[in-house]
């Protein structure tokens, strides 16, 4: 089915689909799906209504172990690295049209699994997914080494080669896309791959393993194992036979897994972690309705639940009541709970009932600081079982208060105003993280400046989040140490050889 007949499915008709929905348990290792070596499952709930949408086998250390050595028999006998460039791309190629064609699966696993709207999953989710499958199968064949100049009678070359298998643990909140802007580019490097996807949205990663496969992949180069982060997780990266970890999550896991290559095999850790990324609005911005509506997108898109969500609004003390006015208005319109499957929703529920619970203590702790807050009901008895949220705004907060310091992950918002550049700067910066940031202004020479003194990895001038696969992203400080998309991603999963050859 194609996109645009799945995007003209209503909300009826969405929710029979969903009844009709198969899903995959088990770890995928050596191409089939497996139970757990001990049999252990855990719960996967649907975060709309509480209700279990399947029981999934909770990987351990021995569910790992047989992971990583199927990747590693895989890696040994070079049944993927071996072949020549041009096949592998035709395999991630033809994984990107098994995407497109399973669409209406893949959608519903993702909105039944986290609670993204259907709508968005269509929308966003699903074609970056094919974006980037693509991009990095174009890349190839692109990959180049080097001559250099040396004397006579000797030659330098300068290869790339694939690393090994290497180890993956992805988030819940982009669980296809985050995952496949790792997957990618380690499969396209050359490597193998045994991920770890999260346990509070593992359904639709678990189908795409089998996909894969149904590529023409071969067994063994991409193993997935479902589990706990504190337990399948841990055992990834502890073991000796990973060459290296990459990551996309909070900043104190990612701390944790840096310690767990210490102790075991001083594997690579790549890193993406958290984000409070600083939205910044001078008072001689284009057009205050624009920036409104793309603030208001920046923080509760996909409930706030992104990494480089702009959820600290430094807004100009001279624009500030009418932009705190224009954004409530608008909030109110654009983002409004509803059930997940109708394709009329722009809100959906949070990922957990912890989740939420966590997004509120959070809020309560803004306001025993003394922080105003504007909006941020929760929705009435109809989606009472869910973990839903409505949009919620703090004004009257100080940059040190916690809410404009913790990374809530959820659609929560403050505003802080300033006076001056210098001071939107200091505050912008004033943050353990610097994943991304943004800043609205007509003057081209100010633009620059806060381009080039922003402590982010990624910055937007007039707009947020805009960007395509040839964007770098990643961050600052304690926002990660590594770039996903781009080629630069792909060159990350390749080791650098030096050979030196004496000819006369």
Request: aromatic fraction near 6%; include cysteine; charged fraction near 20%.
């Amino acid at each position: 089915m194609t996109l645009a007949q799945n995007q003209a499915k209503t909300h009826a008709q969405w929710t029979e689909r969903a009844q009709r929905l198969s899903m995959a348990t088990g770890h995928f290792i050596e191409g089939r799906h497996v139970p757990s070596v001990d049999n252990a499952t855990f719960d996967c709930i649907n975060p709309a209504n509480g209700r279990v949408l399947a029981q999934m086998a909770r990987g351990g250390d021995a569910d790992i172990d047989a992971a990583v050595a199927s990747g590693l028999q895989a890696w040994n006998d070079r049944r993927w690295r071996g072949l020549p460039p041009r096949q592998r791309m035709d395999v991630l190629l033809r994984l990107a049209d098994l995407v497109e064609h399973h669409a209406d699966e893949l959608a519903l696993l993702e909105t039944l699994d986290m609670g993204k709207p259907i709508s968005d999953v269509l929308n966003i989710d699903l074609p970056e997914v094919t974006k980037t499958l693509r991009y990095f199968a174009e890349c190839i064949d692109k990959v180049e080494g080097a001559v250099t100049h040396t004397a006579a009678g000797s030659l330098h070359l300068i290869t790339h080669e694939p690393m090994g298998v290497v180890g993956a643990i992805t988030p819940w909140n982009y669980p296809l896309l985050m995952a496949v802007w790792k997957l990618a580019p380690i499969l396209a490097a050359g490597n193998c791959v045994v991920l770890k996807p999260s346990e509070q949205a593992p359904l639709s990663c678990t189908r795409l393993a089998q996909l894969f496969v149904d590529a023409g992949g071969p067994p063994g180069v991409f193993n997935l194992v479902n589990g706990l982060g504190s337990e399948a997780g841990r055992a990834l990266a502890l073991h000796p036979d990973v060459i290296k970890l990459s990551f996309t999550g909070s900043t104190a896991v990612g701390k944790l897994l840096m310690a767990y290559a210490g102790q075991s095999n001083m594997k690579r850790v790549a890193l993406e972690t958290g984000g409070k990324s600083p939205q910044i609005f001078l008072p001689d911005l284009y057009d205050l309705d624009a920036a409104v509506d793309r603030a208001v997108g920046g923080i509760y898109d996909n409930a706030g639940q992104v990494c480089n969500a702009g959820s600290r609004l430094l807004v100009h003390r001279d624009i500030h009541d009418e932009f705190v006015r224009r954004f409530t208005a608008r909030a109110a319109q654009a983002y409004c709970p509803g059930d997940p499957l109708d394709p009329a929703t722009t809100l959906g529920p949070l990922a957990s009932q912890a989740q939420l619970r966590n997004v509120q203590a959070r809020m309560a702790r803004g306001l025993a600081e003394g922080a105003q807050l504007l909006m941020g009901e929760s929705p009435g008895a109809a989606l009472a079982a869910g973990a839903y949220l409505g949009p919620a705004l703090f004004v009257g907060a100080s940059n040190r208060m916690s809410i404009a310091q913790d990374e809530i992950f959820g659609p929560v918002a403050t505003v802080v105003p300033f006076s001056s550049d210098e001071e939107a700067l200091a505050l912008a910066n004033d943050s353990v993280y610097g994943l991304a940031a943004s800043v609205w202004t007509r003057d081209l020479n100010k633009a620059h400046k806060f381009v080039r003194e922003l402590e982010a990895g990624v910055v937007w001038v007039n707009c947020f989040g805009d960007g395509d696969m040839t964007q770098p992203f990643g961050g600052y400080k304690q926002s990660g140490n590594s770039r996903d998309k781009h080629m630069m991603s792909l060159q990350s999963y390749l080791q650098t050889k030096s050979a030196w050859f004496q000819t006369g």
